[in-house]
């Protein structure tokens, strides 16, 4: 059985920088596309980041463009998370995520292979 394992979270300053890995193992994904969501405690899940497999097209959500990039290594069925410029309200468990089909990048409900997630906390 394919799984997903995120790991790089911890703990940073304000202003820092962390890089998440995610990588399946089991198996390969076989995904369409991989993407990172974030969650607080009793908050829904919430899109970060997206890549399409085949051509690497990226998208982002308003919140990260500019600090976050997104990557991929098809290779190793990997995909990676690099977070710049952190903020306090960067804070979250950090999931990825895997799909097999096209639709809203941004809605979770595409995704049907998450990892455990990793923790992020950023000091202020």
């Known amino acids: 059985q394919v799984q997903l394992a995120e790991s790089g979270g911890g703990l940073v300053k304000a202003g820092g920088s962390l890089r998440l890995s995610c990588t399946a193992s089991g198996g390969t994904s076989s995904s369409y596309g991989m993407a990172w969501f974030r969650q607080l405690p009793g908050k829904e899940r919430e899109f970060v980041a997206g890549i399409r497999r085949s051509d690497g097209a990226v998208w982002y959500s308003d919140d990260v463009k500019g600090r976050f990039t997104i990557s991929r290594d098809n290779a190793n069925d990997a995909v990676y998370l690099q977070m710049t410029s952190l903020y306090p309200e960067d804070t979250a468990v950090y999931y990825c995520?895997?799909?097999?089909?096209?639709?809203?990048?941004?809605?979770?409900?595409?995704?049907?292979?998450w990892g455990q997630g990793t923790s992020v906390t950023v000091a202020s």
């Open positions: 995520a895997s799909r097999r089909s096209v639709g809203n990048v941004f809605q979770a409900s595409l995704y049907s292979l």
